[in-house]
């Protein structure tokens, strides 16, 4: 198997025009790098193989893309992991399907690399469409943090204004606790650190328990905000949509939650998390009878679902055609 300078693995799942669009932006920014494309499709049961492959064929790039079909839908941990597993690459840069490479963000990205000895993954400034930038940087979410997510209380969120889980937008190059794997560059030196990603989980959170795993044996996560990636958030899932409509949100959202809770506090910080969220539920639902205008920071059943696979956190997820 050849070796490669860079690996980009994208994952697409019913989402073939948003791919294709990822790849047209992508591929000019590879010319002079010793780069392949992984396109995983994780088993979207559409016309998806077709078009990608048609689009691939006609371009006359099947010597930078290489699709594969995988047969089961893997989430997106396991997505990654197939195409990861499928090249050799000092670089891999695991890139969402929903998003536009802006011009020189990957040579950007590969540079921060072989500069920072320390910065095991690196990201880059994650924006919308009209450049304005998203949150894409994080601390790790702690018991305290969910007090005051399910609280949604102004005084509470400022008492705990350090446990915080989004840090604020910097132009400044910054190491943080997470980041989003909507983009983001990871030295294969990690990956044999550390493993793969955790195909433990379907979707969400695995970022941050991967992020955690490299931490604790001294990786450090860079942002560089001179990259900039479009994220349009259009992509496979509808959580984001979910929760902001207060809908109820899929059992595969909390036991990722659960799971991940569980790998970075064990038990104990897992039990006391839930604990926290309730407390803080208590006092939103306090504040939801004394005020109609009051819009609470929940969605319909959490106070019943954080519990999900509690007595098992490590357990199968639910997959999402279940």
Not at 21 to 34: A, F, Q
Not at 111 to 123: H, V
Not at 187 to 205: E, T
Not at 227 to 232: E, F, N, S, T
């Amino acid at each position: 198997m050849n070796k490669f300078s860079l690996a980009v693995i994208v994952i697409n799942y019913k989402t073939p025009k948003l791919t294709i669009d990822c790849l047209v932006s992508l591929l000019p920014e590879l010319k002079g790098i010793e780069a392949k494309v992984v396109l995983v499709d994780n088993a979207s049961q559409d016309s998806s193989c077709e078009l990608i492959q048609r689009w691939i064929n006609d371009s006359a790039c099947s010597d930078k893309v290489q699709l594969i079909s995988s047969a089961d839908n893997t989430g997106f941990s396991g997505g990654n992991n197939t195409g990861i597993k499928a090249v050799k690459a000092e670089y891999y840069l695991l890139l969402n399907s929903d998003t536009l490479v802006r011009k020189g963000a990957i040579a950007l990205l590969l540079e921060a690399a072989k500069k920072d000895d320390l910065a095991g993954l690196i990201s880059p400034r994650l924006e919308w469409p009209n450049s304005e930038p998203q949150e894409s940087c994080f601390q790790f979410h702690t018991p305290i943090s969910e007090f005051a997510s399910s609280a949604g209380t102004g005084a509470i969120t400022q008492l705990c204004s350090s446990y915080l889980v989004p840090n604020s937008i910097s132009d400044r190059n910054t190491y943080c606790d997470w980041t989003s794997f909507a983009c983001v560059l990871i030295k294969a030196k990690v990956f044999r650190d550390i493993g793969l990603m955790d195909s433990g989980f379907f979707m969400y959170f695995e970022d941050m328990a991967f992020c955690h795993k490299a931490k604790q044996i001294g990786w450090k996560i860079l942002n560089l905000p001179s990259a900039h990636v479009v994220h349009l958030r259009g992509g496979s899932s509808q959580l984001k949509t979910h929760a902001r409509l207060r809908k109820r949100l899929p059992h595969y959202f909390y036991e990722s939650r659960t799971r991940c809770f569980y790998l970075a506090y064990g038990y104990l910080g897992l039990l006391l998390a839930n604990l926290l969220w309730e407390a803080g539920f208590v006092i939103s639902l306090m504040r939801s009878f004394l005020s109609s205008d009051y819009v609470p920071n929940r969605t319909i059943l959490q106070w019943k679902d954080i519990w999900i696979n509690f007595l098992s956190p490590l357990g199968s997820y639910t997959h999402p055609d279940a």
